[in-house]
Nanobody, 117 residues
Framework: QVQLEESGGGLVQPGGSLRLSCVASGRGLVFSIMGWYRQAPGKERELVASFDVARRINYADSVKDRFRISRNKAATAVYLQMDSLNAEDTAVYYC???????????WGQGTQVTVSS
């Protein structure tokens, strides 16, 4: 069983920055995919950024030049540096990880990011 614990959300003014963290714990911490999704009110959950099995990084077009994903050496934690935030970035951000063997998807509980003046 894997647990994903997120932190770092909050309220920020337009143009500001936040850094989200996600730390995995439990057994079988070998992931083929690990990254971040978000869901805004009334919208579907969407990919923000992720590392895939080939260590490639994928970004949503809307965040490509403003957000940066990184991870620790053991690939058991991911971070999302978010700069130049705007109102459209307001959403609940979820950490996601897929285990390499069973290909089971795990989700964190979500952390709220609100961009408002």
């Amino acid at each position: 069983q894997v647990q994903l614990e997120e932190s770092g959300g909050g309220l920020v003014q337009p143009g500001g920055s936040l850094r989200l963290s996600c730390v995995a714990s439990g057994r079988g911490l070998v992931f083929s995919i690990m990254g971040w999704y978000r869901q805004a009110p009334g919208k579907e959950r969407e990919l923000v950024a992720s590392f895939d099995v080939a260590r490639r990084i994928n970004y949503a077009d809307s965040v490509k030049d403003r957000f940066r994903i990184s991870r620790n050496k053991a690939a058991t934690a991911v971070y999302l540096q978010m700069d130049s935030l705007n109102a459209e970035d307001t959403a609940v951000y979820y950490c996601h990880a897929r285990t390499a063997g069973s290909r089971y998807d795990y989700w964190g509980q979500g952390t709220q990011v609100t961009v408002s003046s």
